[in-house]
């Protein structure tokens, strides 16, 4: 069964950067389109990024672009997040989640069959 853990979050101060990694395990990430979400405190968890399984197609949240960046690496079955220039209006948890088999970064959640368990990024001065 896919696994798929997150790292990488902490807390950095506004206009600093971190790098979020989502490794899989149980099954070959090659396949699958990979999703970034984010929940926040008394909000509701949203899209933030995608990529699909070639990593020739990629979506960015309008608030992100510009400074977010995913990327994939299908030999060592992770995706990253680079974030740059972070805000303190992204602070959430982020998760990290596997589309189901032959969609590419469909818009509805439900459409993502396994998620990472999160990994916290605290933007703050």
């Known amino acids: 069964q896919l696994q798929l853990v997150e790292s990488g979050g902490g807390s950095v101060q506004p206009g600093g950067s971190l790098r979020l990694s989502c490794a899989a395990s149980?099954?070959?990430?090659?396949?699958?389109?990979i999703g970034w979400f984010r929940q926040a405190p008394g909000k509701e968890r949203e899209a933030v990024s995608c990529?699909?399984?070639?990593?020739?197609?990629?979506n960015l949240a309008n608030s992100v672009k510009g400074r977010f960046t995913i990327s994939r690496d299908n030999a060592n079955n992770t995706v990253s997040l680079q974030m740059n220039s972070l805000r303190p209006e992204a602070t959430a948890n982020y998760y990290c989640?596997?589309?189901?088999?032959?969609?590419?970064?469909?818009?509805?959640?439900?459409?993502?069959?396994?998620w990472g368990q999160g990994t916290q990024v605290t933007v703050s001065s």
């Open positions: 990529i699909d399984s070639r990593g020739a197609i990629t």
């Open positions: 989640a596997a589309a189901l088999p032959g969609l590419t970064c469909p818009e509805a959640q439900r459409s993502y069959g396994y």
């Open positions: 149980g099954f070959p990430l090659a396949y699958i389109a």
